[in-house]
């Protein structure tokens, strides 16, 4: 039932080859200690959410009141960035792998539409009857443009092929600000139904909040061990000594290699249900740590670039460049101890010894040895890395996971000096989408971007 971070392949035997040595790590366990008592000390609105039932309740609640109606038998999730990345991920690893079109028995299927592409969007109205959708529709400001808008076009959709705006607004559940912002004010207007993102929980960090446990509700996954995971996780991260604290661990040595030239953090899940979890790392780590001031203003431009891979597929995609290009990243490669499944590699051609070497062997077994394969292969070259393994696919150990990174997190902006809750770099291009679209407020912004879009020389090229 554990979390099981291994960091051996962090540090370099004696420091020689630049990486640091475990030597450099303890003496800055300290500094780091420092940061994590400041953060245990006043423990964000996020860290509490495992040990809040009411908003599990109130999620349980509207999913049962849905489902007795049933009228539905697809959930849309509508929003973007951390309102979408973290369902994303906790779909796509604990439901069954097509569920979008072949959901588990009784359960509807799952759509989660994070981006306002035309043609998507398009195809999906085309393919997809909407009256038969159920919309969860989230926004923690509700003032972000795409979500504003696929609201707007999947309500007009659903009015049309209901009849009324009466049974339109029942398809339709609103999670967003308990207080604030134009969804909070619109929804207590028409009366929508709605569920809380708490105050101060921000985007990236909500996926335990209603804006996962929801969808979690509505798609038949186990909201309830999610938060037992994430919770023994926060339990036993707070107790511990700061050096058995494996999120500071983690956070320590991704900065001292930051330090030593290796920016560039792989997140390198070996199994694809696991694959949509590195795009909720991404987020997490990027748009949290990457920042032009630290905490005392000044301009620092700080930040690590996250990269997905997946394994096995990018073993014949990426591994050649992490093995032999720019030593200039380290890797976390995320390990299953088990598989929910095993599947025999069967022998049709037991005459010809072409496979000889796989006979009686499983997939289960290929996987690992790929991982172990990549491991192998990078560590010689003297590239750093580490493991996380959850020990089985289930929601108690992806509650863990989300608990994990997310404190992982926290600290690395502690230790790089950096506020990780705000982003004033997406709110800026937020604003300049909005005075574009030509929303009131934004006039002048709109006329200085027109005016150093016009000031550029062009340099296009046609072939
Ligand atoms: O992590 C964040 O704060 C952002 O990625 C937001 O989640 C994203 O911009 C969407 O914002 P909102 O939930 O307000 O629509």
């Known amino acids: 039932m554990a979390l099981k971070l291994d960091l051996t392949g962090m540090f370099a035997a004696a420091g020689s080859d630049g990486a640091p040595c475990r030597e450099a790590f303890a003496a800055a366990l300290p500094r780091a200690a420092e940061v994590r008592a400041a953060h245990l000390a006043a423990p964000p609105a996020w860290r509490q959410l495992p040990g809040q039932r009411?908003?599990?309740?109130?999620?349980?609640?509207?999913?049962?009141?849905?489902?007795?109606?049933?009228d539905f038998d697809a959930l849309v999730v509508l929003g973007i960035g951390g309102s979408a990345l973290g369902n994303a991920a906790m779909v796509a690893a604990l439901a069954p792998a097509y569920q979008e079109w072949a959901p588990a028995e009784g359960q509807p299927r799952v759509f989660l539409l994070d981006s306002i592409d035309p043609d998507w969007i398009g195809d999906f109205l085309e393919a997809v009857p909407v009256e038969r959708c159920h919309f969860n529709v989230i926004s923690k400001s509700g003032g972000t443009i795409e979500t504003s808008s696929e609201f707007l076009l999947f309500y007009d959709a659903v009015r049309r092929a209901v009849?009324?705006?009466?049974?339109?607004?029942?398809?339709?559940?609103?999670?967003?600000?308990?207080?604030?912002?134009?969804?909070?004010?619109?929804?207590?207007?028409l009366g929508f139904a709605t569920l809380e993102v708490p105050a101060g929980v921000g985007g990236r960090f909500s996926v335990l909040s209603p804006v996962g446990l929801f969808t979690a509700e509505m798609a038949g996954l186990d909201a309830e061990g999610l938060l037992a995971g994430a919770a023994r996780v926060n339990q036993k991260l707070a107790e511990c000594a700061p050096e058995e604290d494996a999120a500071l661990a983690y956070a320590l040595a991704h900065v001292l290699h930051m330090e030593q030239g290796r920016p560039i953090h792989v997140h390198f899940p070996y199994g694809h249900r696991l694959r949509l979890l590195a795009d909720w790392y991404k987020q997490l780590w990027a748009e949290s740590l990457g920042k032009r001031f630290d905490t005392q203003g000044d301009e620092v431009n700080v930040g690590p670039t996250p990269v997905k891979a997946v394994g096995p597929t990018d073993q014949h995609s990426q591994v050649q460049l992490y093995a032999e290009g720019p030593d200039d990243k380290v890797y976390t490669l995320v390990k299953l101890g088990r598989h929910s499944r095993e599947i025999a590699i069967p022998e049709p051609f037991a005459a010809s010894p072409a496979f000889e070497y796989l006979r009686g062997q499983t997939l289960n077994q290929l996987i690992d040895a790929e991982r172990q394969g990549t491991e192998v292969a990078l560590l010689e070259a003297g590239r750093p890395l580490c493991t996380i393994e959850l020990c089985k696919l289930d929601a108690f150990h992806v509650g863990q996971y989300f608990a994990f990174f997310e404190i992982?997190?926290?600290?690395?902006?502690?230790?790089?000096?950096?506020?990780p809750f705000d982003q004033p770099g997406v709110e800026n291009g937020k604003k300049a989408a909005l005075a574009l679209m030509g929303c009131a407020g934004y006039e002048a912004l709109a006329a200085s971007i027109r005016a150093s879009q016009a000031s550029r020389e062009p340099f296009t090229l046609e072939c």
């Open 408 to 419: 992982a997190t926290a600290y690395a902006g502690g230790l790089l000096g950096v506020d």
């Open 54 to 70: 009411r908003h599990l309740e109130a999620c349980r609640a509207r999913a049962a009141e849905l489902r007795a109606r049933g």
């Open 163 to 189: 009849g009324s705006d009466q049974a339109a607004r029942q398809r339709f559940t609103v999670t967003t600000d308990p207080a604030g912002g134009h969804f909070r004010a619109l929804c207590d207007e």
